[in-house]
């Protein structure tokens, strides 16, 4: 294989990298935002952001790198919110500063995360409130 073929199959390869790292996170839309966070015994774990906030942009790859560490667990899904594009939705959901993490559990609001900014910190915490979102669901299920 010749020189320029190797580069072309490096940046196929590079570009398909690239995709899939992308998929673990969800763009959420006004269209798509309220089933996918109502959907049943799962939560969301969701960015707000616009993208000219310097606080968003020093993220830099940081969600999808979390979407990335939660491949695999069913009950959590990473997903992201351009106010810019979505402002009924962050409107809805009360965002008044980006960037702004929010956690939902059957369609309701669990908590805001406000800690560090590092995929574990994050992991840790969208593991351990969605255990505890699911326990009450639970309970309260029993109630009914």
């Known amino acids: 294989m010749k020189l320029g073929g190797r580069i072309i199959a490096i940046l196929l390869v590079f ?4 995709v899939l ?13 309220s089933d ?3 959907e049943k015994d799962t939560a ?3 960015k707000f952001c616009v993208p000219w906030c310097k606080h968003c942009k020093k993220l830099g790859n940081l969600w999808e790198e979390l979407g990335n560490a939660m491949e695999g667990d069913d009950e959590i ?13 962050c409107t ?3 965002i008044h500063s980006y960037p702004t993490f929010k956690l939902f559990y059957n369609g309701e609001e ?10 574990e910190s ?4 969208v593991v351990e409130e969605t255990e505890k979102a699911a326990e009450k669901s639970q309970l309260e299920d029993k109630e009914l």
């Open 77 to 89: 899904e990473i997903g992201e919110v351009d106010c810019g594009k979505s402002r009924d939705v």
């Open 21 to 33: 790292t992308k998929a673990e996170v969800i763009t959420l839309t006004p269209e798509t935002f």
């Open 36 to 38: 996918k966070v109502k």
């Open 122 to 125: 994050l992991k840790t915490f």
């Open 110 to 119: 669990v908590s805001k995360y406000q800690g560090k900014r590092d995929v």
């Open 15 to 18: 570009s398909l990298t690239i």
């Open 92 to 94: 809805k959901v009360e």
């Open 44 to 46: 969301w774990f969701v």
